[in-house]
């Protein structure tokens, strides 16, 4: 058996643009990707702390250092800029893996400076 558990989260980042027009996904940049330890394509779950919105979409990768979080095609229509989100992330795990899998969190300022990373606790 296995279990859907947390494997990274963003927290409170701030959403710096939102692009309609394009395909679909999330942009992060790859400072904040590596943080986290996202990979290109990978899904992730979006919760907009602004008005509740909750929605699944992939990551595609951002310039590093721009701190970009962008969100793009109808993922576009889920929040404004400014807004603050966290990005979660998930992992399927044997009971035995996520008995000892530490998640990392990464603590993020209202401009996606990196203020801290952490294990997750409880």
């Given at each position: 058996?296995?279990?859907?558990?947390?494997?990274?989260?963003?927290?409170?980042?701030?959403?710096?643009?939102?692009?309609?027009?394009?395909?679909?996904?999330?942009?992060?940049?790859?400072d904040?990707?590596?943080?986290?330890?996202?990979?290109?394509?990978?899904?992730?779950?979006?919760?907009?702390?602004?008005?509740?919105?909750?929605?699944?979409?992939?990551?595609?990768?951002?310039?590093?250092?721009?701190?970009?979080?962008?969100?793009?095609?109808?993922?576009?229509?889920?929040?404004?800029?400014?807004?603050?989100?966290?990005?979660?992330?998930?992992?399927?795990?044997?009971?035995?893996?996520?008995?000892?899998?530490?998640?990392c969190?990464?603590?993020?300022?209202?401009?996606?400076?990196?203020?801290?990373?952490?294990?997750?606790?409880?």
């Amino acid at each position: 058996m296995t279990f859907e558990m947390l494997y990274s989260k963003i927290h409170r980042a701030t959403v710096s643009d939102a692009n309609l027009n394009y395909v679909g996904s999330i942009t992060i940049d790859r400072d904040l990707m590596d943080a986290a330890k996202l990979g290109v394509g990978q899904k992730v779950e979006i919760v907009n702390i602004n008005n509740g919105e909750r929605f699944s979409t992939y990551v595609i990768e951002g310039a590093r250092g721009k701190k970009d979080i962008c969100l793009n095609g109808a993922a576009a229509r889920k929040a404004e800029i400014g807004d603050r989100i966290i990005v979660i992330a998930y992992a399927s795990m044997s009971e035995e893996e996520a008995n000892v899998f530490k998640p990392c969190v990464v603590l993020v300022d209202e401009k996606n400076s990196i203020e801290e990373i952490r294990d997750f606790v409880g």
